[in-house]
């Protein structure tokens, strides 16, 4: 693999297993409403495009398609006003990720976290695990007029750190970081324990599928 200058990293399924807060969350928000759970395997295929759309899922108890508008203003509130409580009760590092961020700071990559996930949450739960320190950048889904899987928070990270898209390297979980990347002329490298929909990532052809972060110091210290 063409070994980068920057690294931009997702937060969701990729470094944080911060599922069992969401789902949390998103029963906790439905008994409020007088509603029946939906349960933890259907929200982790519901996660990645940012926790309006998430609300929106669970409201319908599916991927695709929209709850009536009045739900879901009743609903987003409340889902808020929960997960503040609860971003960072049930939610753990994966396995290898500790290891792999200490070899890629020690290798002097730029570092950048770039998520779908609302700002007010991204910064409490990376400093809850340790986390805001390794990184130089932070872009979060209400960050930019734009986010994954549009290219504009990579391009943005990119022009941030004076890296060249080409030398750019994302590492995510999910489709729309395939997508984010493909667009921005990026590298992409996806983790195989993520959430993407339920889909196997590999679908998507990134350059390599990762099981654990430790994986990261043989990947890209090949050229
Ligand atoms: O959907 C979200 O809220 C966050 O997802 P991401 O960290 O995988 O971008
Ligand atoms: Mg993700």
Same mark, same amino acid.
């Given at each position: 693999?063409?070994?980068?200058?920057?690294?931009?990293?997702?937060?969701?399924?990729? =470094?944080?297993?911060?599922?069992?807060?969401? *789902?949390?969350?998103?029963?906790?928000? %439905?008994?409020? +409403? !007088?509603?029946?759970?939906?349960?933890?395997?259907?929200?982790?295929?519901?996660?990645?495009?940012?926790?309006?759309?998430?609300?929106?899922?669970?409201?319908?108890?599916?991927?695709?398609?929209?709850?009536?508008?009045?739900?879901?203003?009743?609903?987003?509130?409340?889902?808020?006003?929960?997960?503040?409580?609860?971003?960072?009760?049930?939610?753990?590092?994966?396995?290898?990720?500790?290891?792999?961020?200490?070899?890629?700071?020690?290798?002097?990559?730029? =570092?950048?976290?770039?998520?779908?996930?609302? *700002?007010?949450?991204?910064?409490?739960? %990376?400093?809850? +695990? !340790?986390?805001?320190?390794?990184?130089?950048?932070?872009?979060?889904?209400?960050?930019?007029?734009?986010?994954?899987?549009?290219?504009?928070?990579?391009?943005?990270?990119?022009?941030?750190?004076?890296?060249?898209?080409?030398?750019?390297?994302?590492?995510?979980?999910?489709?729309?970081?395939?997508?984010?990347?493909?667009?921005?002329?990026?590298?992409?490298?996806?983790?195989?324990?993520?959430?993407?929909?339920?889909?196997?990532?590999?679908?998507?052809?990134?350059?390599?599928?990762?099981?654990?972060?430790?994986?990261?110091?043989?990947?890209?210290?090949?050229?």
């Amino acid at each position: 693999m063409h070994r980068p200058k920057m690294i931009l990293i997702d937060l969701d399924g990729t =470094l944080v297993d911060s599922v069992p807060d969401l *789902a949390f969350c998103v029963d906790a928000m %439905l008994a409020r +409403l !007088g509603r029946a759970p939906r349960g933890e395997a259907a929200v982790r295929t519901w996660v990645g495009n940012g926790l309006e759309r998430l609300v929106r899922r669970a409201l319908i108890g599916q991927l695709d398609g929209e709850p009536e508008e009045s739900d879901y203003r009743l609903a987003h509130p409340i889902f808020l006003e929960l997960y503040a409580d609860n971003a960072c009760n049930r939610s753990a590092l994966y396995p290898g990720v500790r290891e792999g961020l200490d070899f890629l700071k020690s290798a002097g990559y730029p =570092l950048g976290c770039i998520t779908n996930k609302a *700002a007010q949450f991204t910064e409490p739960l %990376l400093k809850h +695990l !340790g986390l805001w320190n390794d990184f130089g950048l932070v872009v979060s889904g209400d960050t930019l007029p734009r986010r994954k899987p549009d290219p504009l928070p990579l391009l943005h990270a990119a022009s941030h750190f004076g890296v060249a898209p080409h030398d750019a390297l994302m590492i995510g979980d999910s489709v729309n970081d395939v997508q984010a990347a493909r667009a921005a002329g990026f590298g992409i490298v996806c983790t195989s324990y993520g959430y993407n929909h339920g889909q196997d990532i590999r679908d998507a052809r990134p350059d390599a599928v990762i099981d654990s972060f430790v994986e990261l110091r043989e990947l890209i210290g090949q050229d």
